[in-house]
């Protein structure tokens, strides 16, 4: 069986942190088939809803040495970054500690990461070291998955599917409307730009993978 927690983590030295800070209303999530190597620091990152101000932000980001806008558009995104040594990376340790990262995705604070460990000893393992590196370490979420699987069986991310919960829940797809999308983003932390684009984005997931046929 395979241990999955969600876990928000935050340090002003965490990868990207300053342009997540200053640039709230982007979206950033690591690509984890892009054959990323945590040692020397090189990550691919999708960003969407970049603006004019975000690449400038990038050359005034300590934890980026250098950046490569690597492919998209206007509304998406690929770069590749490279860190310093001094940025704080979790990814190193979670490797050692036989862990993978599932997924990445900022937040307002910093980053909320799905990790998979074989066990629960390797979970605390990551907590403690997060703890030694003054890294914020905050379980989210936590469960057992009896076999390996590649994403969810919806196909949300984790992003999506707190957004299109945390609105079902305080009734935004009630009729009428118990809550706005300025609600919602509150509740999350995050900008209702963010926050509706994730909506969004979940439902037409549903649909595709709920409604449509091959």
Known sequence: MNLIAVVDIAHSDLSLAPTIRECSDVTIRVVPQSGTDPDTGIFFFLVENPGEEFEAQLDED?????????????????YRIRHPPETKLISPKTSELSGLMREAITNARGWTVRLQFPDREALAALADYCDEEDISFTLQQMFRQDEWNGGEPTGLTEAQRVA?????????????????LADIAAELDLSPTAVGGRIRRGTAKLVETALLEE
């Open 164 to 180: 299109l919960v945390t609105a079902y829940e305080n009734g935004y797809f009630e009729e009428p409307r118990e809550a706005r």
């Open 62 to 78: 300590h934890t980026v040495a250098e950046w490569e806008l690597v492919a998209g558009s206007e509304a998406t995104r690929v």
